[in-house]
């Protein structure tokens, strides 16, 4: 399936590695040109190179933190007018309802809530105008069923979700569409990190640990990056175009609800 896109130029927040690298990968195996993000330069470039080779398309590989003001200035200057955009951070530490004080609240809403909000706003007007635009926002499942040692993360993306809810609406008269995708587990870094806490909380190997996890999701295993990017690349088609102010779940059925 052809999804429309080749040519138009995509900044992927946070795209060096995990879900943010799948979605840049299958945007770029579309013929969409890049910008990618991290913050470890060696990183970044690696995958940014890979991408060249595997794709043939231009990518423009940004070393910098994107919870910043400046280093979002710094992706925005290497595209100011980007077709897409892909939002995405690292996602907040694990801890406890009662340890968190408004720092860590205030680190966890700039990056998970705040960047991806002024990464809209600097791109949105343009896509307005341009009367074409696709936004995707990497949130979490957590913003459907709360994941108890992530409540910055359950926060902070709700924030978001609402933040989304609204100004989809408002801008998708101008051809332009947002939208949130909500990742389940996938087999990426973070995972590994969250389930290295758990197996050292409960006393379990890291196998242990995925393989009890695995056993809760009905599709019996971890997401993939590809699969998470081909859904990404979707939301950003020309097939996309009524698809309004939606948040779409890849959990492999985690979540045991009706809707
Ligand atoms: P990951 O494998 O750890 O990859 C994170 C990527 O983001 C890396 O390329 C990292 O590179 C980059 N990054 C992190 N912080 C950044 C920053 N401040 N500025 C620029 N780049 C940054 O994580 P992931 O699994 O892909 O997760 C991506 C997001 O999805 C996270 O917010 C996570 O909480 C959320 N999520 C993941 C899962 C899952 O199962 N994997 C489930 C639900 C939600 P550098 O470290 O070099 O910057």
């Excluded at 992927?12 to 590695?17: G, I, L, P, Y």
């Excluded at 990618?36 to 590989?61: H, W």
């Excluded at 995405?88 to 809530?113: K, Q, V, Y």
Aim: aromatic share 4%; net charge neutral.
């Amino acid at each position: 399936m052809d999804l429309g896109i080749a040519g138009k130029w995509a900044i992927v927040c946070a795209s060096s590695k995990g879900l943010g690298l799948g979605c840049a990968r299958a945007l770029a195996a579309e013929g969409v040109n890049l910008v990618m993000n991290g913050r470890t330069a060696e990183t970044l470039e690696a995958a940014a190179d890979a991408v060249r080779r595997d794709f043939g398309v231009d990518v423009r590989a940004v070393a910098a933190d994107i919870t910043t003001e400046a280093g979002r200035a710094e992706v925005l200057a290497q595209c100011a007018a980007p077709d897409i955009l892909v939002t995405n951070a690292g996602g907040p530490p694990p801890g406890l309802w009662s340890e968190w004080e408004r720092e860590d609240f205030i680190r966890a809403l700039d990056a998970n809530m705040l960047s991806p909000i002024a990464m809209m706003k600097a791109v949105l007007p343009g896509m307005m105008t341009r009367k074409w635009g696709r936004v995707v926002n990497i949130t979490s499942q957590s913003v459907k069923s709360p994941i108890a040692v992530l409540g910055l993360s359950n926060a902070a993306r709700a924030g978001l979700t609402g933040y989304v809810a609204g100004t989809a609406r408002q801008v998708a008269g101008a051809g332009v569409v947002v939208n949130n995708l909500l990742p389940g587990i996938h087999a990426t870094d973070r995972a590994v990190s969250l389930d290295t806490g758990v197996a050292q909380a409960r006393g379990i190997s890291l196998e242990e640990a995925r393989t009890a996890r695995s056993a809760t999701i009905p599709a019996g295993r971890y997401g993939s990056t590809a699969e998470f990017g081909a859904t990404c690349a979707f939301m950003c088609s020309q097939f996309a175009g009524y698809m309004v102010g939606q948040n779409i779940l890849l959990d492999g059925g985690a979540i045991n609800a009706t809707l």
